[in-house]
């Protein structure tokens, strides 16, 4: 059974889509938090931008936590080295206080335009404030930050509570409505554990028998994630649990990896589903462990250093751009997994 792919499809007055080769009808109206937004060419992939040569960035990145964040750094530093913009490029290691440091480094080396993907949502003001009064336009990529719209010149990233609303109806289709489910969220306090938990619960409110009997945060990796779901077989709520939900697939692994230690077949005694879409997530739904992944697109380095190009040319970008996401389960993981980029 081929699932249809969700597009997120934004009208005129929501952004824009960014093409992630999904491909897939439009669908509703995204539960995005930004009906102002206005629309721009769609420009993934485009080729190299004249003004890109020489074009001062400097990125500051969360770390190295996933497969989904290690794809997205090479999508961004393999883009600037194909454009030949001179890329200032740091890894906070999940550390907002390092984010910080590298864009005031950024904003005192006078680069001409500064992206970041931030760790978590709130904190971001004040460094923010001084990149303005530098005269820097800044891109927020990947996750939210919690900032007034005079701050940051465009967002580029998914729609997180739509990736959370994707899985939880996946979920009401494949068990009936009736469950009992371990959560697996992210970084506490970021965008995308926030929004996917919000999404979740909506799409899940629908059914009264799917109830979240844990939630705990894994912390986007795939060694937390297994710690906490071998703590949670051990515990008397955990053998209740036959669902487990992780707000990403590294956590879905390590989760996988705890429920094989006990004997238990991941993906068919505990149903797992997860999101990213990352190559390591269709080859287990491809070995029948993990049962869905909601694709989230880490390739977001040609629309960065478009957007990077734009600004220093000093036009005037949508708030903001979502990035089109799919969902795939085991049906078509197969087919798919030759398919994927990341
Ligand atoms: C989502 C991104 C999240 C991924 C995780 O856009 O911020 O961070 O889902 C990554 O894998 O760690």
Request: charged residues 25%; contains cysteine; glycine residues 10%.
């Amino acid at each position: 059974m081929k699932i249809d792919r969700f597009a997120v499809s934004l009208f005129a007055t929501c952004g824009i889509l960014l093409s992630s080769g999904c491909g897939g009808p439009a669908a509703d109206k995204p539960a995005g938090d930004k009906p102002t937004d206005t629309p721009a060419p769609t420009t993934a992939g485009t080729t190299a931008n004249a003004g890109a040569k020489g074009l001062k960035l400097g990125f500051a990145q969360v770390g190295a936590e996933s497969g989904w964040r290690t794809a997205n750094t090479e999508s961004i530093k393999s883009e600037c080295e194909k454009q030949g913009v001179d890329l200032k490029f740091s890894d906070a290691q999940q550390k907002q206080e390092n984010q910080i440091k590298a864009i005031r480094s950024f904003i005192a080396q006078g680069v001409d335009v500064i992206a970041f993907s931030p760790v978590v949502e709130t904190g971001w003001a004040p460094v923010l404030q001084e990149a303005k009064r530098a005269h820097i336009p800044v891109i927020v990529s990947d996750r939210r930050a919690d900032v007034p719209d005079d701050l940051y010149a465009t967002f580029i990233g998914s729609d997180f509570i739509k990736e959370g609303e994707m899985a939880g109806e996946w979920l009401v289709k494949k068990t009936g409505g009736t469950a009992n489910i371990a959560e697996l969220t992210g970084t506490p306090g970021s965008a995308p554990a926030n929004d996917r938990a919000k999404g979740f619960r909506t799409a899940i409110g629908k059914a009264a028998g799917l109830k979240i009997v844990f939630s705990q945060t894994g912390e986007f990796t795939r060694t937390k994630g297994k710690e906490v779901m071998e703590a949670l077989l051990k515990s008397p709520v955990g053998n209740t649990v036959n669902v487990v939900f992780a707000h990403n697939d590294d956590m879905a692994l390590g989760a996988i990896q705890a429920i094989e230690a006990t004997g238990k077949k991941p993906g068919k005694d505990i149903v797992v589903l997860s999101i990213d879409g990352i190559k390591d997530g269709f080859k287990a739904m491809v070995d029948g462990k993990l049962n869905c992944s909601v694709e989230c697109n880490p390739l977001l380095g040609p629309n960065i250093i478009d957007a990077a190009v734009q600004l220093k040319a000093g036009k005037t970008l949508p708030k903001r751009t979502v990035v089109q996401d799919g969902i795939f389960d085991q049906s078509v993981a197969a087919k798919e997994l030759p398919n994927r980029k990341y």
